[in-house]
């Protein structure tokens, strides 16, 4: 995981490649870099990515005399906050977003784009997908996942996996 996220010197291990990691690339591209569950991430991943948040510096992996100068921009998810480094943990902002059960009326919405992110992701004609489930049905199944009548999805990864099950049927 730290591979990915800070990048490998060349030559630094035998039998990998070097190059960047997630946040030199995101750095680069000017956009912002989304980590979920960052309260998984050990204790010393959490102490250099506090590092470049507050100083914008780190160091690839196998080459940590020299350090790479970068300006990103961060969003982290925790569903565990208390599981966060105090250090990190003190420097964040905490933005509550509502379950789905909380905004129902966002579901038929959310749902509509899980499933057209399905079809493109299996290779589905969208359209001819959408033409053989009825709207009206997805959206009513839709609205009684979410009351918990039929199942029990409350968030939008239960839409997605939704999603992918009726697109493929």
Known sequence: LSRALFGVAPGAFSGVEGGPGLIETT??????????????????TQATLLTVIEDGRFARLGDERNEIQVQARFILASNEPD???HDLRARLRDVRIPPLTERLADVPQIFTRLFADSCARLELDENNTRAAVDAELVSSLCMELMV???????NVRGLKDLADRIATR
């Open 27 to 44: 750095a680069t591209s000017g956009t912002a870099l989304f980590l979920d569950e960052v309260h998984n991430l050990p204790a010393e």
């Open 148 to 154: 918990g009548t039929t199942f029990s999805v409350s």
């Open 83 to 85: 599981r966060l480094k």
